[in-house]
């Protein structure tokens, strides 16, 4: 036995790859999991071929081992071929702790994989405060929660997108790499998968602008989008919106910034109307300056911008172009 | 075919949150309280393919007694009949009770289709639907965009990270969880609202299923991450000094 804790004895990190490219929010989980102190393991599912293409870049990472989960049914993704191979897996190696990053994959079969093992799972985690006890966020972000997980390990996290830094990663002097074959059998994956493709040629490439004046709910009818693109133009600023917004056909869906939108780091990001869900925040936070207007005061979106006006946009907006003729 | 939305009844968008004084939930006793808006787009495509393949819609909702609330309500949109799987301790649950009182609920239904949104606007674990399929040993797919359905086999638009999508296939039975903005939903007319009433809602007590697994220790206002400078006065000198800000302190033009 092992003389560390029992609670805390080893952490498998779950790499995500597509077509043997790292998705870079694993480098965030694999942050995640060397701050809880414990040795780490990485697991990289997927086919021979793009696990080999990824193993050399995870194994100088300080971890103790990167094991590629290979199987041919993994070339693609699938719930129940995932599933299937990490609960096998998971199982054999007994970790205390599985940590993935909470991207859209791991939202779809991770809490699978926990429940048949039947232990528990804190999904879109932004902190550890300690081996069982993890701060997400609640009510569309306006409170934090520090949540225990219960009942025997692993227990199981998925981690914020951007909640951990990449670059904190520590390198280590080259771990050793082993294949396992995966526990997968074809014939049990339901799902078939096509190849990815995107809807339409983006048009905007928001990614690229230095400054977006962004439109949410508190906009409150499609009318009054002109008033906010008065005030792009006044700021030469890209128009740009959240989700519910572009899905009301307000603003097409190329406007949307956010995780199932564009990510932007313009010099300014003014949000007009925009509570700051994380589905939002995600996309966004990385501006240089933050310009919050709403007319709730404690709207979340005001804990991360750096100027804030809690007020009536309806006023405010008129003013502030008005102000920038000057 | 015989579908299943599950739904959820949560405090309003609007709703200011208060924590309680054990700071383990928040003060919601005054909350006003509506349909968790994912799930109403998966109840408004559980309409649609009733009207185009026939069949039924059953909504199912696992809460306290003031959750038929938004069982009328779904009811009153056209869904067909409802079960309340209710419990008080279902209020704050986990998912996997969550997902146990569903699942117990709806093994003995044969249904073909269950749906669900993606997430919920309190807790949002985005788990529910998933283990719920894994309860009922139903393949799954999540964060659905489009649903086509043709004899048992289903055509899912499944939304990717960036604006990526990935068509998705598998058999029925099945559960799917449904991102906002899938359709446009429909609202509850006067017609809907007075048949509602003769609708049936039957209701089930939660039974002990999964013990729970994740326990709220405390709840808080979020850590501010950044030094924000609020700027007040009028609209007029707020908007000034905050283009004045933008230009000679931030220096953003």
């Known amino acids: 036995m092992s003389p560390e804790s029992p609670t805390h004895s080893l952490t498998l990190v779950i790499a995500e790859q597509k077509d043997g490219v790292l998705n870079r929010a694993s480098w965030e989980a694999l942050a995640a999991a060397q701050s809880m102190g414990a040795p780490v393991t990485i697991v990289v599912p997927g086919a021979k071929a793009q696990c080999d293409a990824v193993l050399q870049e995870l194994a100088a990472a300080d971890v103790t081992a990167v094991i590629a989960l290979e199987h041919d049914a993994l070339a693609g993704y699938t719930a129940d071929g995932f599933t299937q191979a990490l609960a096998a897996v998971v199982a054999a190696e007994a970790p205390s702790h599985v940590v993935f990053a909470h991207t859209y994959q791991t939202r779809d079969y991770a809490p699978r994989v926990a429940a048949r093992l039947d232990r528990a799972i804190a999904t879109d985690v932004i902190a550890f405060k300690d081996a069982s006890t993890f701060v997400r966020q609640m009510f569309q972000g306006k409170v934090s929660a520090d949540v225990v997980l219960e009942g025997p390990a692993p227990h199981f996290v998925t981690v914020q997108i951007g909640a951990f830094r990449a670059d904190a990663v520590k390198r280590g002097a080259g771990a050793p790499t082993r294949s396992v074959p995966a526990a997968v059998d074809p014939a049990k994956i339901r799902q078939t998968s096509e190849a990815p493709f995107r809807e339409a040629k983006q048009a905007v490439d928001l990614s690229q602008a230095e400054r977006i004046v962004s439109v949410g709910r508190g906009i409150k009818a499609p009318e009054n989008i002109d008033l906010a693109k008065q005030l792009a133009a006044a700021m030469h600023a890209e128009i740009a919106a959240s989700r519910p917004i572009c899905d009301a056909g307000w603003l097409p869906m190329e406007r949307q910034v956010g995780s199932s939108g564009q990510t932007v780091a313009p010099k300014m990001y003014l949000a007009l109307g925009i509570s700051g869900a994380i589905q939002h925040v995600v996309g966004m936070k990385g501006a240089k300056t933050i310009v919050a207007i709403n007319k709730d005061p404690e709207a979340p979106i005001f804990e991360i911008a750096d100027y804030g006006i809690a007020g009536d946009l309806f006023e405010i907006v008129p003013a502030m172009i008005e102000a920038l003729k000057s | ?253």
Not at chain 2, 27 to 41: G, I, M, V
């Open chain 2, 1 to 253: 075919m015989k579908i299943a939305v599950c739904i959820k009844q949560v405090v309003t968008r609007e709703w200011q949150v208060r924590v309680n004084d054990e700071k383990t939930w928040v003060r919601d006793a005054d909350a006003s309280w509506e349909l968790n808006e994912p799930d109403a787009y998966a109840l408004e495509e559980g309409l649609r393919l009733k009207e185009k393949h026939g069949g039924e819609v059953v909504v199912i909702s696992a809460g306290p007694a003031r959750a038929t609330q938004v069982i009328r309500e779904a009811l009153a949109r056209g869904a067909d009949r409802a079960i309340h799987v209710e419990g008080d301790h279902l209020a704050t649950a986990d998912a996997f009770v969550v997902a146990d009182a569903l699942a117990a609920a709806l093994k003995d239904e044969h249904i073909d289709l269950v749906l669900t949104g993606l997430q919920s606007d309190d807790q949002g674990f985005a788990q529910v639907g998933v283990v719920l399929a894994e309860k009922l040993n139903m393949a799954h797919s999540t964060i659905i965009m489009e649903v086509q359905v043709e004899s048992d086999q289903l055509k899912v638009k499944r939304e990717l990270e960036g604006g990526w999508f990935q068509w998705i296939s598998m058999p029925l039975p099945a559960v799917l969880t449904i991102q906002s903005g899938i359709n446009q939903l429909r609202y509850a007319t006067l017609k809907g609202i007075m048949a509602a009433k003769k609708k049936e809602i039957r209701v089930v007590s939660a039974t002990a299923g999964s013990p729970s697994r994740q326990r709220i220790v405390s709840i808080y206002l979020p850590q501010k991450s950044k030094q924000t400078r609020m700027i007040t006065g009028t609209a007029s000198e707020a908007a000034k000094e905050l283009v004045r800000a933008l230009r000679e302190d931030a220096r953003v033009f």
